[in-house]
């Protein structure tokens, strides 16, 4: 990290819990952002709502294979980590500075064995071929560069032809229509693979 990188990095603190419930069954998940849209270093409105689905669902995650996909700080899969599920984080294999805050971000809540891969949208590498059958494939604001959507379809349709039980639960920002003063809109949704699509 650059020492200017250094100075605007701050560890921002998330906490989920379940109404009624006490503090020590919450969670506090700690991530090492720097404040600065490129690069993945950045935790994103979709981030946030998809560990909230991710913590929601935490008692059909144990002992569950899932790979986070365009993970960048990595907080849905560092909760589903925390929820008991054997998580593999991955960004873009040509951008070592986002596996590197992926690898940051699982320092920063005691996870040093996560393992982390590079895996670009679009292409099927060696790795990917190694993976082991995933239950879940999380993608938050994994779609928000339309000349991208392609190429995360390829990967995602892939990843669920292999992996016939998986599910895909991604959520994404709409970007189009906001007005600068609104909320970020951010859509959560689950796909999973049928013989013939990608339903929704
Ligand atoms: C908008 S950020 C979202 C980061 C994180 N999932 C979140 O919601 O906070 C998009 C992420 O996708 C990654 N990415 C961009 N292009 C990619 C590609 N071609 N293959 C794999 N990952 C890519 C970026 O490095 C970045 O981490």
């Not at 071929?129 to 604001?141: Q, T």
């Not at 994404?172 to 970020?184: D, G, I, K």
């Amino acid at each position: 990290m650059s020492e200017a990188e250094e100075l605007r990095t701050g560890l921002k603190q998330f906490k989920f819990e379940d109404e009624g419930q006490t503090e020590s069954q919450s969670l506090i998940v700690s991530i090492p952002e720097v404040v600065d849209p490129q690069y993945g270093m950045y935790v994103w409105p979709c981030a946030v709502v998809l560990a909230q689905y991710v913590w929601g669902h935490k008692e059909e995650l144990g002992g569950k294979d899932v790979l986070e996909i365009g993970s960048g700080v990595s907080l849905p899969g560092v909760v589903a980590a925390k929820c008991g599920a054997h998580v593999i984080l991955s960004d873009d294999a040509e951008r070592p500075q986002c596996l590197e805050n992926c690898r940051r971000s699982c320092e920063a809540n005691g996870l040093s064995d996560m393992r982390v891969m590079g895996l670009t949208w679009g292409r099927i590498s060696p790795d990917m071929l190694l993976l082991p059958p995933l239950d879940v494939i999380l993608g938050s604001d994994v779609f928000y560069e339309p000349e991208d959507f392609e190429d995360v379809l390829v990967t995602i349709s892939f990843l669920l032809r292999r992996s016939n039980r998986a599910q895909f639960w991604m959520t994404y920002q709409e970007r189009r229509l906001v007005h600068r003063s609104s909320p970020p809109q951010v859509e959560p949704a689950v796909c999973s693979h049928s013989s013939r699509s990608i339903s929704c």
